[in-house]
T-cell receptor
């Protein structure tokens, strides 16, 4: 069974501080990993995916297969980063359908 | 086309009543997904369609739940004999199908169901 664990429900940092949102997964094959974000009163949207290896809004995430982790990092947090962040997993490339989400981490960036 | 739309946005019903939700995906997307999100949890997969074919249903989708996508465009999710445990946000998402690369799922705003 596939599972995603986000150990922190809440994370609070000050503006300009580094931030790391943790995500661990359980999956027997080669999953696709994603971070989704939901800003206040907005719909859920894709932030980044591991296969693209890109930085979005200053966030990066590296897939560590040995530790089965996909932590989201940003060196200098901004107030506009305050949101709910969900780590999600999908099956092998090509299966391409259902997402399994973690419970989410609410990030608050204080001024 | 302003993205995935869902109606109604809110629904309050009494236990035992039937409810139906509608999802209109992005027009060129042939995959459509339903998820359910309860308080403090991430979205949980319910079912998905490729065009009009329903290809997978989660164990979460009891006999009281039925979903359709009759012409491969909009979809409906019906809950019969609602229970208080059905209270949740019901999310719809759609995506394209192109090759083997991941196709981003675009989410709607959700329908919040409250069963009294």
């Amino acid at each position: 069974a596939q599972r995603v664990t986000q150990p922190e429900k809440l994370l609070s940092v000050f503006k300009g501080a580094p931030v790391e949102l943790k995500c661990n997964y359980s999956y027997s094959g080669s999953p696709e990993l994603f971070w989704y974000v939901q800003y206040s009163r907005q719909r859920l949207q894709l932030l980044l995916r591991h296969i693209s290896r890109e930085s979005i809004k200053g966030f990066t995430a590296d897939l560590n297969k040995g530790e089965t982790s996909f932590h989201l990092k940003k060196p200098f947090a901004q107030e506009e980063d305050s949101a709910m962040y969900y780590c999600a997993l999908s099956g092998e490339r090509g299966s391409n359908y259902k997402l399994t989400f973690g419970k989410g981490t609410l990030l608050t960036v204080n001024p | 086309d302003t993205g995935v739309s869902q109606n109604p946005r809110h629904k309050i019903t009494k236990r035992g009543q039937n409810v139906t939700f509608r999802c209109d995906p992005i027009s060129e997307h042939n995959r459509l997904y339903w998820y359910r999100q309860t308080l403090g949890q991430g979205p949980e997969f319910l079912t998905y369609f490729q065009n009009e074919a329903q290809l997978e249903k989660s164990r979460l989708l009891s006999d009281r739940f039925s979903a359709e996508r009759p012409k491969g465009s909009f979809s409906t999710l019906e809950i019969q004999r609602t229970e208080q445990g059905d209270s949740a946000m019901y999310l719809c998402a759609s995506s394209e199908t192109t090759g083997i690369t991941y196709n981003e799922q675009f989410f709607g705003p959700g329908t919040r169901l409250t069963v009294l």
